[in-house]
């Protein structure tokens, strides 16, 4: 005789870039950072989070101008910042597709072996790279050394710690610039 069940009971587990292995419920919409087992203090982005958790909005809406996006998302956005933060970085990234799971409030979410700054920075870092790779295919010689000499003054860390600061990511009530 089969054995009834709740629906959502039979949820899988996540592993986490630690090798921990978790319930996807334990990540909340809210939830920046999960304070894992093996002692460590790992990034949280659910495909719920908007970009401007890393860029103002003024910046996140040239991006979404800008970047084409070949896939079923509509715009560029925090799937793509998490897509090419796995790509750099792919033992330290693991995600879990929750599609099929209405019990948990998102579709995707991402954890990394980084705590939450160190992937902002890294976030940072990698859309700078992008950016510069774009730059060095403009073909205006004169928009491109503008670019260079303003990338020599731009400290990730910086921005990072101004930002958050202005986010206020103390709390999961942060609201966007």
Request: proline fraction near 5%.
């Amino acid at each position: 005789m089969a054995t009834p069940r709740v629906p959502g009971d039979d949820i899988g587990s996540f592993e986490l870039p630690c090798g921990t292995e978790i319930d996807p419920r334990e990540i909340d919409l809210g939830m920046r950072e999960y304070s894992c087992s093996c002692g460590e203090t790992h990034a949280v982005v659910t495909d719920v989070h908007p970009p401007s958790r890393f860029f103002p909005e003024s910046f996140v809406a040239v991006l979404e101008e800008t970047i084409e996006t070949a896939d079923d998302f509509d715009s560029f956005g925090t799937p793509h910042l998490l897509g090419v933060t796995m790509e750099e970085f792919p033992e330290q990234v693991a995600s879990y597709d929750a599609a099929d799971d209405g019990s948990v409030g998102y579709t995707l979410v991402w954890v990394t072996d980084f705590d939450s700054r160190r992937l902002h920075e890294i976030v940072v870092e990698l859309v700078v790279e992008l950016m510069d790779h774009a730059m060095s295919h403009a073909g205006d010689d004169q928009a491109i050394s503008q670019f260079e000499r303003q990338l020599l003054e731009f400290d990730v860390e910086a921005f990072v710690e101004e930002y958050r600061e202005a986010r206020e990511f103390e709390t999961e009530h942060d609201q966007a610039l």
